[in-house]
């Protein structure tokens, strides 16, 4: 993180592929830094959010390869009686829809690769999420204030700043979901104090009470109180860069909802 800031940032900043932001006090001492780029997360064509028995999703999976296997005669109907005997009854009405929309999907990116010929450097998915990803969000470690604050810094940096800016990139940009990868390379069960790395990245439990630092863990940090999410129903591309880290969602239309939420749930916790 400290040499991002000091060797790449900028040259990053111009180029084009991240944007970085500065949060400085009013002498101009940089406090907080944070950076933004696109993002993009797709849903698979195998995918869906059909929820489905073991069973169905078996006749289901064997249905579509034997209808996408061109020198194989059996049909749905011939899989379905495989497990008449079976005592729960089937929906037929809704696995031969279900059936039919994934084998369309397939037979349409076969299609689209056929009639376009483009067979390197493209992947077919079923839907794409246009986002965009935190790829830093990080506290100045030296950095100390005059007197304690009544939040942590990085969470009033999180909610104030960055989702100003979040909702502005957003009216002029589609843009469903903000994400980022957590580098919480700690060792659950020791003290956050311990780790000078995670100290630097997560900058917010450096103004909480050491009792309350020891008991936080970074992605659950994230969770609770930023209201991020692991991901689910799609597939996030995850750069080498952040190997290693967790990924974490947020829909950016629930952004202001989950702001309220949040200085709410922290002003109880104060109180």
Known sequence: MEQFIKNSAWKED?????????????KGVIVFFFALSAGLLYKAIEDDDYILSEKEREIVDL???YQLDESNDLTPDDVFRWYED?????NKDRLFKIINEKVDAK???????ILTDETANIMRVSKTF???VLTHFCKNQNYTFPEKLLFPLGFFVFWEIITKKVLEISEFLGCQYLYLFAADNTDPSSSVKSNSLFDYIYGDLSDEEDEDASSYKLVEYYKNELKFEPVQGM???????DFKCFSLIQPINKLLDN?????????DIEN
């Open 63 to 65: 249905c579509i390869n």
């Open 107 to 113: 037979l349409d990116a076969k299609q689209d690769q």
């Open 130 to 132: 246009p986002g965009i």
């Open 235 to 241: 597939t996030i591309l995850k750069p080498s860069y």
């Open 14 to 26: 111009i180029n084009g592929s991240t944007k970085v932001y500065l949060v400085k006090d009013r």
């Open 86 to 90: 079976d005592q729960i009854p089937l």
């Open 259 to 267: 702001k309220e939420a949040a200085w709410i749930q922290h002003s």
